[in-house]
Every structure is written in structure tokens, then in C-alpha cells.
T-cell receptor, first 113, second 116 residues
């Protein structure tokens, strides 16, 4: 019973292509996130949605566009991929409560050639 | 300025010994939460423990405890009775503000290696 799932797990593509990563959570959470982990393992927030509304949009190029069709899904579309986009992308979800720990998906390793 | 600092790039511990992973944070918000996550070599992020800024007692979860020193702005993770399976990267993270759906700001991580 996967709590937060992402597809695909690996994505290898050429520079200039457009690609999407899908995320789904079955925890009934109302908030979802996208994080990027670079080659040095540094994790940084990209976006956050609460009840399908964008609430966090960190300094991310507008080639990255998140879409939340419903509370259980948050997809990430990337246009005109660049070499520097190579990273592991993590989706996470949480429920508004006192502790608010975020549950992470398994990650999607994106390699841009 | 770094909001979360983990000064130990790597740590080694003997199996069954205890180990402390350091984390200091910087915030002017009186309301915040501190988290520790484990990332094994397989890559997933596993939530370990949480400490709220208003919590009076240090958090504990099984073999994990958080040594929270508010005045010093430190939130060190203590792992007791280390096991080989504890070998992984460990991240300290902070959520600022009362908003329950705030972003997590992560430290650089500490690689822990447990020797048999």
C-alpha cells in the first residue's frame, strides 16, 4: 500500500524535451509538495499546493509548471529541459495538524543528456 | 545565512554504540518545528522524529531521541544502540511559522556509517 507514489522512477531525456512527473498520495492529505535534490544531496522546496491551491512557489524557472487536478495528485511538467535540471525530484504530502510531518515519495531521478 | 546547519559531513559509529548527529538552526519566528529524516542508499526519505518549538520535553521515538536546546538553537539527533541498518544520510529540517503546511528547509545532511 504505497502512501506517496511517483512515476516514473527514472527519466532519461535529451536537452530541449518536455517531460512530466506524476505524483499521487493515498493518505488523504490536503497538502502536497515538490522538492529537488541536487547532485550534492541538497534538498530544496520547489512548490507546494494546499487543497489544489498553489501556496509556495520558490524561485523556480517558469519552465517548471506544477498541476494539481485534485487533492491526491500533484504533477510536475518541465519544458525545454536543460542539463542543470538533472536531479532527483521528490513529491511529498502532509496533513494540516500540529506535527505536519511530510511523507515523501520514492523520488524520480531525472537525467538530461 | 544558512537556516539549518549540519556541521558533520560524515560520522562513524560502532554497532551497538550511541551516536549524536548535530543540527543547529536559525530563525526569528517563535513558532517552528524541527524534523529529522533518514535517506538510505536506496534513496527514499524516511521521517524519524519531530520537535515543536513549544514542546517542553525532548522528543523520543524508539531508538531515536532529539536533544532540543532552544537557547542554543540546536536540535541534535541521538541514535542509541546503532545498527548496521542505520547507515544512511540523515537530514535535519525546519518548518517556520504557525502555518501547518509550511515548507521544510533542509540542512546539508550527515552520512552515518555503522561499523560491525
Amino acid at each position: 500500500d504505497t502512501a506517496v507514489s511517483q512515476t516514473p522512477k527514472y527519466l532519461v531525456t535529451q536537452m530541449g524535451n518536455d517531460k512530466s512527473i506524476k505524483c499521487e498520495q493515498n493518505l488523504g492529505h490536503d497538502t502536497m509538495y515538490w522538492y529537488k535534490q541536487d547532485s550534492k544531496k541538497f534538498l530544496k522546496i520547489m512548490f507546494s499546493y494546499n487543497n489544489k491551491e498553489l501556496i509556495i512557489n520558490e524561485t523556480v524557472p517558469n519552465r517548471f509548471s506544477p498541476k494539481s487536478p485534485d487533492k491526491a495528485h500533484l504533477n510536475l511538467h518541465i519544458n525545454s529541459l536543460e542539463l542543470g535540471d538533472s536531479a532527483v525530484y521528490f513529491c511529498a504530502s502532509s496533513q494540516a495538524n500540529r506535527q505536519n510531518e511530510q511523507f515523501f515519495g520514492p523520488g524520480t531521478r531525472l537525467t538530461v543528456l | 545565512a544558512q537556516k539549518i546547519t549540519q556541521t558533520q559531513p560524515g560520522m562513524f559509529v560502532q554497532e551497538k554504540e550511541a551516536v549524536t548527529l548535530d543540527c543547529t538552526y536559525d530563525t526569528s519566528d517563535p513558532s517552528y518545528g524541527l524534523f529529522w529524516y533518514k535517506q538510505p542508499s536506496s534513496g527514499e526519505m524516511i521521517f524519524l522524529i519531530y520537535q515543536g518549538s513549544y514542546d517542553q520535553q525532548n522528543a523520543t521515538e524508539g531508538r531515536y531521541s532529539l536533544n532540543f536546546q532552544k537557547a542554543r538553537k540546536s536540535a541534535n539527533l541521538v541514535i542509541s544502540a546503532s545498527q548496521l541498518g542505520d547507515s544512511a544520510m540523515y537530514f535535519c529540517a525546519m518548518r517556520e511559522g504557525r502555518t501547518s503546511y509550511g515548507k521544510l528547509t533542509f540542512g546539508q545532511g550527515t552520512i552515518l556509517t555503522v561499523h560491525p
